[in-house]
Protein backbone atom coordinates (compact mmCIF):
# COMPACT_ATOMS: atom_id res chain seq x y z
CA UNK A 1 0.00 0.00 0.00
CA UNK A 2 2.53 2.53 -1.17
CA UNK A 3 1.22 6.22 -1.80
CA UNK A 4 0.82 7.08 -5.11
CA UNK A 5 4.11 9.59 -6.42
CA UNK A 6 2.48 13.16 -7.18
CA UNK A 7 4.44 16.08 -7.67
CA UNK A 8 4.61 18.08 -4.55
CA UNK A 9 4.05 21.84 -5.97
CA UNK A 10 2.55 22.87 -9.28
CA UNK A 11 2.28 26.62 -9.44
CA UNK A 12 0.67 28.87 -12.90
CA UNK A 13 -0.86 32.35 -13.45
CA UNK A 14 -4.38 33.23 -13.24
CA UNK A 15 -6.15 32.01 -16.55
CA UNK A 16 -3.29 28.97 -17.61
CA UNK A 17 -3.48 25.56 -17.61
CA UNK A 18 -1.78 23.28 -14.98
CA UNK A 19 -1.73 19.61 -14.84
CA UNK A 20 -0.99 17.11 -11.63
CA UNK A 21 0.31 13.51 -12.77
CA UNK A 22 -0.49 10.50 -9.75
CA UNK A 23 1.67 7.83 -11.06
CA UNK A 24 1.04 4.43 -9.44
CA UNK A 25 1.37 0.54 -10.33
CA UNK A 26 -1.00 -2.05 -12.24
CA UNK A 27 -2.06 -3.02 -8.91
CA UNK A 28 -4.10 0.02 -7.95
CA UNK A 29 -4.35 3.20 -10.76
CA UNK A 30 -3.33 0.87 -14.02
CA UNK A 31 -5.65 -1.56 -13.14
CA UNK A 32 -8.90 -0.12 -12.24
CA UNK A 33 -10.92 2.84 -13.49
CA UNK A 34 -11.47 3.84 -9.74
CA UNK A 35 -9.37 7.19 -9.98
CA UNK A 36 -10.43 9.78 -7.69
CA UNK A 37 -9.46 13.37 -6.96
CA UNK A 38 -9.78 15.47 -4.25
CA UNK A 39 -9.24 19.46 -3.47
CA UNK A 40 -8.07 20.49 0.20
CA UNK A 41 -8.00 24.13 1.07
CA UNK A 42 -6.39 25.03 4.64
CA UNK A 43 -8.23 23.82 7.46
CA UNK A 44 -10.70 21.93 5.72
CA UNK A 45 -12.38 18.73 4.89
CA UNK A 46 -11.20 17.35 1.29
CA UNK A 47 -13.68 18.16 -1.89
CA UNK A 48 -14.17 15.23 -4.27
CA UNK A 49 -13.47 16.58 -7.38
CA UNK A 50 -13.37 14.05 -9.79
CA UNK A 51 -14.40 10.26 -9.58
CA UNK A 52 -14.27 6.95 -12.06
CA UNK A 53 -11.08 8.69 -13.68
CA UNK A 54 -12.69 11.50 -15.67
CA UNK A 55 -16.16 12.00 -14.33
CA UNK A 56 -16.75 15.74 -12.12
CA UNK A 57 -19.69 15.53 -9.35
CA UNK A 58 -22.55 18.68 -10.22
CA UNK A 59 -21.42 21.79 -8.46
CA UNK A 60 -18.01 21.13 -9.90
CA UNK A 61 -16.23 23.57 -12.52
CA UNK A 62 -16.22 22.21 -15.66
CA UNK A 63 -12.51 23.64 -15.53
CA UNK A 64 -11.33 20.53 -13.79
CA UNK A 65 -11.02 17.58 -15.99
CA UNK A 66 -9.06 14.10 -15.57
CA UNK A 67 -7.57 11.45 -17.71
CA UNK A 68 -5.92 8.41 -17.09
CA UNK A 69 -2.81 6.72 -19.22
CA UNK A 70 -1.44 3.63 -17.80
CA UNK A 71 -0.35 3.14 -14.51
CA UNK A 72 -0.27 7.55 -14.36
CA UNK A 73 -3.44 9.49 -14.18
CA UNK A 74 -3.73 13.53 -14.40
CA UNK A 75 -6.03 16.12 -13.16
CA UNK A 76 -5.77 19.20 -15.34
CA UNK A 77 -6.97 22.83 -14.24
CA UNK A 78 -7.63 25.47 -17.33
CA UNK A 79 -8.18 28.93 -16.60
CA UNK A 80 -6.69 28.59 -13.31
CA UNK A 81 -8.11 31.10 -10.60
CA UNK A 82 -7.11 32.73 -7.38
CA UNK A 83 -9.85 29.87 -5.55
CA UNK A 84 -8.21 27.36 -7.06
CA UNK A 85 -5.09 27.57 -4.66
CA UNK A 86 -5.00 24.37 -2.65
CA UNK A 87 -3.51 20.94 -1.80
CA UNK A 88 -4.84 17.93 -4.43
CA UNK A 89 -4.89 14.35 -3.97
CA UNK A 90 -5.68 11.50 -5.98
CA UNK A 91 -7.01 8.31 -5.10
CA UNK A 92 -7.35 4.48 -6.44
CA UNK A 93 -9.01 1.57 -5.51
CA UNK A 94 -6.39 -0.59 -5.34
CA UNK A 95 -6.24 -5.14 -4.91
CA UNK A 96 -7.15 -6.69 -1.89
CA UNK A 97 -10.38 -4.19 -1.46
CA UNK A 98 -8.13 -1.26 -0.24
CA UNK A 99 -7.39 2.32 -1.02
CA UNK A 100 -4.12 4.54 -1.43
CA UNK A 101 -3.77 7.91 -1.77
CA UNK A 102 -1.14 10.14 -3.70
CA UNK A 103 1.69 12.53 -1.48
CA UNK A 104 -0.59 15.49 -2.39
CA UNK A 105 0.21 18.39 -4.40
CA UNK A 106 0.61 21.95 -3.51
CA UNK A 107 -1.21 24.50 -5.99
CA UNK A 108 -0.09 28.33 -6.12
CA UNK A 109 -1.76 30.56 -8.30
CA UNK A 110 0.99 33.36 -9.20
CA UNK B 1 -27.95 18.39 3.18
CA UNK B 2 -25.53 15.60 4.02
CA UNK B 3 -23.37 15.40 7.54
CA UNK B 4 -20.94 13.98 9.05
CA UNK B 5 -20.02 15.16 12.55
CA UNK B 6 -17.18 12.88 14.19
CA UNK B 7 -16.22 12.76 17.65
CA UNK B 8 -14.81 10.84 20.40
CA UNK B 9 -10.92 12.34 19.40
CA UNK B 10 -8.57 13.65 21.94
CA UNK B 11 -5.07 13.38 23.68
CA UNK B 12 -4.66 9.79 24.80
CA UNK B 13 -1.07 7.72 25.67
CA UNK B 14 0.97 5.59 23.52
CA UNK B 15 -1.00 1.73 23.91
CA UNK B 16 -4.07 3.46 25.24
CA UNK B 17 -7.54 3.14 23.21
CA UNK B 18 -10.30 5.31 22.01
CA UNK B 19 -13.13 5.20 19.84
CA UNK B 20 -14.80 7.26 17.86
CA UNK B 21 -17.93 7.98 16.50
CA UNK B 22 -19.63 9.62 13.03
CA UNK B 23 -23.19 10.62 13.49
CA UNK B 24 -24.47 10.93 10.08
CA UNK B 25 -28.22 13.03 8.87
CA UNK B 26 -29.23 13.55 5.42
CA UNK B 27 -29.53 10.60 3.61
CA UNK B 28 -30.35 7.01 4.03
CA UNK B 29 -27.20 6.11 5.92
CA UNK B 30 -27.87 2.25 5.84
CA UNK B 31 -27.56 2.14 1.82
CA UNK B 32 -24.41 3.14 1.81
CA UNK B 33 -20.76 1.83 2.45
CA UNK B 34 -18.73 4.28 4.79
CA UNK B 35 -15.06 5.13 5.19
CA UNK B 36 -12.76 6.42 7.90
CA UNK B 37 -9.34 8.09 6.27
CA UNK B 38 -6.58 10.49 8.32
CA UNK B 39 -4.84 12.72 8.02
CA UNK B 40 -1.57 13.07 10.27
CA UNK B 41 -0.45 17.37 11.01
CA UNK B 42 0.97 18.46 8.11
CA UNK B 43 1.04 15.54 6.21
CA UNK B 44 -1.34 13.91 3.56
CA UNK B 45 -4.31 12.08 3.36
CA UNK B 46 -4.28 7.87 4.17
CA UNK B 47 -7.20 5.26 3.63
CA UNK B 48 -7.73 3.53 7.06
CA UNK B 49 -10.82 1.38 7.16
CA UNK B 50 -14.51 1.13 5.19
CA UNK B 51 -17.45 -0.79 5.93
CA UNK B 52 -20.14 -2.02 3.44
CA UNK B 53 -23.91 -0.19 4.26
CA UNK B 54 -24.93 -3.84 6.20
CA UNK B 55 -21.60 -4.53 7.92
CA UNK B 56 -20.64 -7.59 6.25
CA UNK B 57 -17.64 -6.63 4.67
CA UNK B 58 -14.76 -4.95 6.09
CA UNK B 59 -11.78 -3.97 5.10
CA UNK B 60 -8.56 -2.41 7.00
CA UNK B 61 -5.38 -0.65 5.59
CA UNK B 62 -2.25 -2.76 6.91
CA UNK B 63 -0.99 0.57 8.77
CA UNK B 64 -3.89 -0.54 11.25
CA UNK B 65 -5.14 -4.01 10.42
CA UNK B 66 -5.13 -5.54 14.20
CA UNK B 67 -5.19 -2.71 16.44
CA UNK B 68 -8.73 -1.08 14.60
CA UNK B 69 -11.95 -2.07 14.91
CA UNK B 70 -14.35 -0.46 12.44
CA UNK B 71 -18.38 -0.73 12.82
CA UNK B 72 -21.69 0.31 12.73
CA UNK B 73 -25.31 1.12 14.11
CA UNK B 74 -27.85 1.61 11.20
CA UNK B 75 -30.69 1.47 13.44
CA UNK B 76 -28.48 4.74 15.07
CA UNK B 77 -26.93 6.28 11.97
CA UNK B 78 -23.50 5.98 13.34
CA UNK B 79 -20.02 4.84 12.49
CA UNK B 80 -17.97 3.97 14.82
CA UNK B 81 -13.96 3.25 14.97
CA UNK B 82 -12.08 1.80 17.98
CA UNK B 83 -8.43 2.17 18.19
CA UNK B 84 -6.30 0.18 20.46
CA UNK B 85 -2.81 -0.11 21.10
CA UNK B 86 -2.25 3.35 20.13
CA UNK B 87 1.16 4.58 18.42
CA UNK B 88 2.66 8.16 18.07
CA UNK B 89 2.05 7.41 14.65
CA UNK B 90 -1.77 7.44 15.03
CA UNK B 91 -1.66 10.72 16.22
CA UNK B 92 -3.69 12.27 13.33
CA UNK B 93 -7.11 14.28 12.28
CA UNK B 94 -9.77 11.40 11.15
CA UNK B 95 -12.62 12.05 8.92
CA UNK B 96 -15.66 9.89 8.23
CA UNK B 97 -16.72 10.16 5.19
CA UNK B 98 -19.65 8.52 2.55
CA UNK B 99 -18.34 5.85 0.06
CA UNK B 100 -21.14 6.99 -2.71
CA UNK B 101 -19.36 5.06 -5.18
CA UNK B 102 -15.95 2.82 -5.92
CA UNK B 103 -14.14 5.96 -6.01
CA UNK B 104 -16.28 8.63 -5.43
CA UNK B 105 -15.95 9.64 -1.26
CA UNK B 106 -18.33 12.42 -1.49
CA UNK B 107 -19.31 13.78 1.81
CA UNK B 108 -16.45 14.17 4.20
CA UNK B 109 -16.88 15.55 8.06
CA UNK B 110 -15.09 18.13 9.31
CA UNK B 111 -12.51 15.55 11.43
CA UNK B 112 -11.28 14.61 14.68
CA UNK B 113 -8.16 15.23 16.03
CA UNK B 114 -6.60 12.07 18.21
CA UNK B 115 -3.41 12.66 19.42
CA UNK B 116 -1.38 9.80 20.72
CA UNK B 117 1.66 10.92 23.30
CA UNK B 118 2.92 10.60 26.56
Known amino acids: QSALTQPASVSGSPGQSITISCTGTSSDVGGYNYVSWYQQHPGKAPQLMIY???NRPSGVSNRFSASKSGNTASLTISGLQAEDEADYYCSSYASSDTYVFGTGTKVTVL | QVQLVESGGGLVKPGGSLRLSCAASGFTFSDYYMTWIRQAPGKGLEWVSYISSTGSAIHYADSVKGRFTISRANAKNSLYLQMNSLKAEDTAVYYC???????????WGQGTLVTVSS
Open chain 1, 52 to 54: DVN
Open chain 2, 97 to 107: ARRGGISRIDY
